[in-house]
C-alpha cells in the first residue's frame, strides 16, 4: 500500500513539472532562417573571413560592408528543399575589442532595425575609427547580426595595429586668461601636440590665428620625437579694441613632413571693450549765441569729431522759422572717417526790415536717416550796426581755432576716462590672479 502511494506521488510531482515547464515564456527566434554561412564582411572593399589577418593604421577610418543573403530555401532535417522564413526586427553591429579606453571612446556602429525576406538580401554599411593610442599588436573586430530574443550571429576578425610613419594631431588647446577675452586685451593661446607616428618630425610650423579679426601668431617646434607629447609656448594674439562683441573662430594649423598638416579649431568671446563707443560721434557749437544788425551776417561754428570705428556721412537741415533772415551752410555734406574732425560754418544774415529781438535758428545734423543731433543756435537782431561793426577780426579763424581747441579737449578727456577704465581693469586681473 505504501509502494503504491509513492508510485501515485510520483506521478502527480511529475503532471505538476510538465506544467510548470509549459507554462514557462519560450523565446521566439526572429533571425528566420538566417545562419552564419548567409552574413559576408568586407573591410574597406577587400572581402575577409575568421582567418584573414587585417593591418591597419592608428587613427584608419575602417569601412565595414556587411551583406545578409537570406535563400529562398533551405534543407530541413530529412535534407529536403523548404521555404526559408523571413528576418524581423534584426540589426547589425560591428565592435573594436581591446582597446583600453573604450569606457570613454564609442568603438562600435550599429545599423538600425530591419527586416529581411526570404529570397533578397542586404548590404549595411558600418564605419569605425581606429584609436591613436590603440596598443600595437593584435586586436578583434566583432561583427554581430541581433535580434530581440535569439542567439546572436557572431563573426570574428583579427587586425594587427601599426603606427603611421607621419602623424602628428593637435590634441588640445588651452586659453589664457579663458574663453572669453575683452577687446584691446591679449589672447594667449597654448596648443598641445602629440606625434602618433614612429618617426621624429622636426620643425613643425604651429599657426594660430582669429581670420574674422585679421590677427595670427606662428611658434616653430623644433624637435617632436615618436609617441611624444609637448606644449607649444605661448601664442599671443592681440584682439583689436575696435573687436565688435560675439563668439569668433579660433583655428590652429601644425604642418610637418614638408606637405602633411593638422588642424583644430576652436571658439572664443569677445567682450566689447568700452575705451570704444561704436558710432560715436562729438559736436561742439561756437559760439552759440550772436548780436547781428539787420543787413549783416552772423557766423556760427560747428564742429564735427567721428570717434566710431566707421566712415559717416554728415547732412545739414537749417529751418530759421520765418523770413526774418535767411540761413547757409558752408557744406552741405561732409565725410568723415574714423578719428577725423570738421568745422562747419552756418551763417545767418536777418533781412534790412526784420525787427528788433531774439530769434532761434535749428540745426539737424544727420547721418543718413537719422539725426544725430539738433542745435538751437540763437541770434539777436539789433538796430544799431556799430554794434557788430567794430569787430574787426576774421570771424571764421577765431572760430575755427576756438573750435579745435574745443574737440582736442574732448578727445583728451575721453583718453583720460578711457586710460583710467583700462588701468581700473588691469589692476582688478593682478589682483584676481
Given at each position: 500500500m505504501r509502494k503504491l502511494r509513492n508510485v501515485m506521488a510520483f506521478f502527480v510531482m511529475s503532471v505538476?513539472?510538465?506544467s510548470l515547464v509549459s507554462a514557462a515564456p519560450v523565446s521566439v527566434s526572429t533571425l528566420g532562417s538566417l545562419?552564419?554561412?548567409?552574413?559576408?564582411?568586407?573591410v574597406n572593399d577587400e572581402e575577409v573571413d575568421e582567418k584573414t589577418l587585417l593591418v591597419v593604421e592608428e587613427g584608419e577610418k575602417l569601412h565595414v560592408e556587411v551583406e545578409l543573403k537570406l535563400p529562398a530555401t533551405v534543407k530541413d532535417a530529412n535534407n529536403n528543399d523548404v521555404a526559408a522564413k523571413d528576418a524581423k526586427q534584426i540589426e547589425v553591429l560591428a565592435r573594436l575589442s581591446g582597446y583600453e579606453y573604450s569606457?570613454?571612446?564609442?568603438?562600435e556602429?550599429?545599423?538600425?532595425?530591419?527586416?529581411?525576406?526570404?529570397?533578397?538580401?542586404?548590404?549595411v554599411d558600418l564605419e569605425l575609427t581606429v584609436p591613436n593610442d590603440i596598443s600595437n599588436e593584435k586586436n578583434t573586430l566583432r561583427v554581430f547580426v541581433l535580434d530581440r530574443n535569439s542567439q546572436e550571429i557572431v563573426k570574428t576578425f583579427t587586425f594587427h595595429v601599426e603606427s603611421p610613419r607621419h602623424a602628428v594631431e593637435i590634441n588640445d588647446l588651452y586659453f589664457s586668461p579663458g574663453e572669453t577675452v575683452k577687446a584691446g586685451r591679449a589672447l594667449l593661446v597654448t596648443p598641445v601636440l602629440e606625434n602618433y607616428g614612429d618617426r621624429t618630425e622636426d620643425d613643425v610650423v604651429v599657426t594660430v590665428e582669429i581670420p574674422a579679426l585679421g590677427v595670427k601668431a606662428t611658434e616653430v617646434v623644433k624637435e617632436l620625437e615618436a609617441d611624444e607629447r609637448k606644449d607649444v609656448p605661448e601664442m599671443f594674439l592681440p584682439i583689436p579694441v575696435s573687436a565688435a562683441a560675439g563668439t569668433y573662430d579660433v583655428k590652429v594649423t601644425a604642418k610637418y613632413d614638408r606637405y602633411e598638416t593638422a588642424t583644430k579649431t576652436s571658439s572664443v568671446t569677445v567682450v566689447a571693450s568700452e575705451m570704444v563707443k561704436a558710432d560715436k560721434v562729438l559736436l561742439a557749437v561756437g559760439p552759440g549765441a550772436q548780436t547781428v544788425a539787420p543787413g549783416k551776417t552772423a557766423t556760427y561754428g560747428i564742429a564735427l569729431s567721428n570717434e566710431g570705428t566707421t566712415?559717416?556721412?554728415f547732412t545739414f537741415d537749417v529751418a530759421t522759422g520765418g523770413n526774418w533772415a535767411t540761413a547757409s551752410v558752408s557744406e552741405m555734406l561732409v565725410v568723415?572717417?574714423?578719428g577725423q574732425n570738421k568745422v562747419v560754418y552756418v551763417d545767418v544774415a536777418p533781412a534790412a526790415d526784420?525787427?528788433?529781438?531774439?530769434?532761434?535758428?535749428?540745426?539737424?545734423?544727420?547721418?543718413g536717416s537719422e539725426t544725430v543731433q539738433t542745435i538751437a543756435l540763437q541770434a539777436t537782431v539789433a538796430q544799431a550796426p556799430a554794434a557788430v561793426e567794430s569787430n574787426d577780426f576774421n570771424l571764421r579763424n577765431g572760430l575755427e581755432i576756438a573750435l579745435i581747441v574745443l574737440v582736442v579737449l574732448l578727445v583728451i578727456i575721453g583718453l583720460i576716462i578711457g586710460f583710467s577704465r583700462l588701468r581700473k581693469d588691469d589692476e582688478e586681473e593682478q589682483t584676481y590672479y
Amino acid at each position: 500500500m505504501r509502494k503504491l502511494r509513492n508510485v501515485m506521488a510520483f506521478f502527480v510531482m511529475s503532471v505538476l513539472l510538465v506544467s510548470l515547464v509549459s507554462a514557462a515564456p519560450v523565446s521566439v527566434s526572429t533571425l528566420g532562417s538566417l545562419t552564419t554561412n548567409d552574413v559576408t564582411v568586407e573591410v574597406n572593399d577587400e572581402e575577409v573571413d575568421e582567418k584573414t589577418l587585417l593591418v591597419v593604421e592608428e587613427g584608419e577610418k575602417l569601412h565595414v560592408e556587411v551583406e545578409l543573403k537570406l535563400p529562398a530555401t533551405v534543407k530541413d532535417a530529412n535534407n529536403n528543399d523548404v521555404a526559408a522564413k523571413d528576418a524581423k526586427q534584426i540589426e547589425v553591429l560591428a565592435r573594436l575589442s581591446g582597446y583600453e579606453y573604450s569606457d570613454y571612446v564609442s568603438l562600435e556602429d550599429v545599423s538600425p532595425v530591419f527586416d529581411l525576406k526570404a529570397g533578397t538580401k542586404k548590404t549595411v554599411d558600418l564605419e569605425l575609427t581606429v584609436p591613436n593610442d590603440i596598443s600595437n599588436e593584435k586586436n578583434t573586430l566583432r561583427v554581430f547580426v541581433l535580434d530581440r530574443n535569439s542567439q546572436e550571429i557572431v563573426k570574428t576578425f583579427t587586425f594587427h595595429v601599426e603606427s603611421p610613419r607621419h602623424a602628428v594631431e593637435i590634441n588640445d588647446l588651452y586659453f589664457s586668461p579663458g574663453e572669453t577675452v575683452k577687446a584691446g586685451r591679449a589672447l594667449l593661446v597654448t596648443p598641445v601636440l602629440e606625434n602618433y607616428g614612429d618617426r621624429t618630425e622636426d620643425d613643425v610650423v604651429v599657426t594660430v590665428e582669429i581670420p574674422a579679426l585679421g590677427v595670427k601668431a606662428t611658434e616653430v617646434v623644433k624637435e617632436l620625437e615618436a609617441d611624444e607629447r609637448k606644449d607649444v609656448p605661448e601664442m599671443f594674439l592681440p584682439i583689436p579694441v575696435s573687436a565688435a562683441a560675439g563668439t569668433y573662430d579660433v583655428k590652429v594649423t601644425a604642418k610637418y613632413d614638408r606637405y602633411e598638416t593638422a588642424t583644430k579649431t576652436s571658439s572664443v568671446t569677445v567682450v566689447a571693450s568700452e575705451m570704444v563707443k561704436a558710432d560715436k560721434v562729438l559736436l561742439a557749437v561756437g559760439p552759440g549765441a550772436q548780436t547781428v544788425a539787420p543787413g549783416k551776417t552772423a557766423t556760427y561754428g560747428i564742429a564735427l569729431s567721428n570717434e566710431g570705428t566707421t566712415t559717416k556721412a554728415f547732412t545739414f537741415d537749417v529751418a530759421t522759422g520765418g523770413n526774418w533772415a535767411t540761413a547757409s551752410v558752408s557744406e552741405m555734406l561732409v565725410v568723415l572717417a574714423p578719428g577725423q574732425n570738421k568745422v562747419v560754418y552756418v551763417d545767418v544774415a536777418p533781412a534790412a526790415d526784420a525787427a528788433a529781438g531774439q530769434y532761434m535758428v535749428s540745426v539737424a545734423v544727420k547721418a543718413g536717416s537719422e539725426t544725430v543731433q539738433t542745435i538751437a543756435l540763437q541770434a539777436t537782431v539789433a538796430q544799431a550796426p556799430a554794434a557788430v561793426e567794430s569787430n574787426d577780426f576774421n570771424l571764421r579763424n577765431g572760430l575755427e581755432i576756438a573750435l579745435i581747441v574745443l574737440v582736442v579737449l574732448l578727445v583728451i578727456i575721453g583718453l583720460i576716462i578711457g586710460f583710467s577704465r583700462l588701468r581700473k581693469d588691469d589692476e582688478e586681473e593682478q589682483t584676481y590672479y
